[in-house]
């Protein structure tokens, strides 16, 4: 590096908006994924929770979620599922 110059770092948040059909979905209830719910196999699938806007009232799920799937400050927030695989323990 030149005499002089320094190097700096600058933290920055990038929210990527999801692409066509990806989904907000957390997986056996803590892994955040965001991607299309048939991307998934049936066959591996226990149960599938599913949260429209403003209807989470426990708040666990909001815990998890990242962006742009956290919640808004009215409540608001894309459609979240729980995807409970099977052999989960």
Same mark, same amino acid.
């Given at each position: *590096?030149?005499? =002089?110059?320094? &190097? ?17 979905? &957390?997986?056996? =209830? %803590?892994?955040? $994924? *965001? ?11 226990? *149960? &599938? $929770? ?8 426990? @708040?666990?799920?909001?815990? +998890? *979620?990242?962006?742009?799937? $956290?919640? @808004?400050?009215?409540?608001? +927030?894309?459609? %979240?599922?729980? &995807? %409970?695989?099977? =052999?989960?323990?």
């Amino acid at each position: *590096m030149a005499a =002089g110059r320094q &190097l700096s770092y600058i933290r920055c948040s990038v929210v990527v908006p999801p692409a066509a059909g990806d989904a907000c979905v &957390l997986i056996n =209830g %803590w892994q955040f $994924e *965001m991607r299309p719910l048939s991307s998934y196999n049936v066959d591996d699938i226990e *149960m &599938l $929770e599913i949260y429209p806007s403003k209807s989470e009232d426990t @708040k666990t799920v909001r815990d +998890h *979620m990242s962006r742009p799937c $956290e919640e @808004k400050p009215d409540g608001g +927030h894309l459609t %979240w599922y729980v &995807l %409970w695989l099977k =052999g989960y323990k």
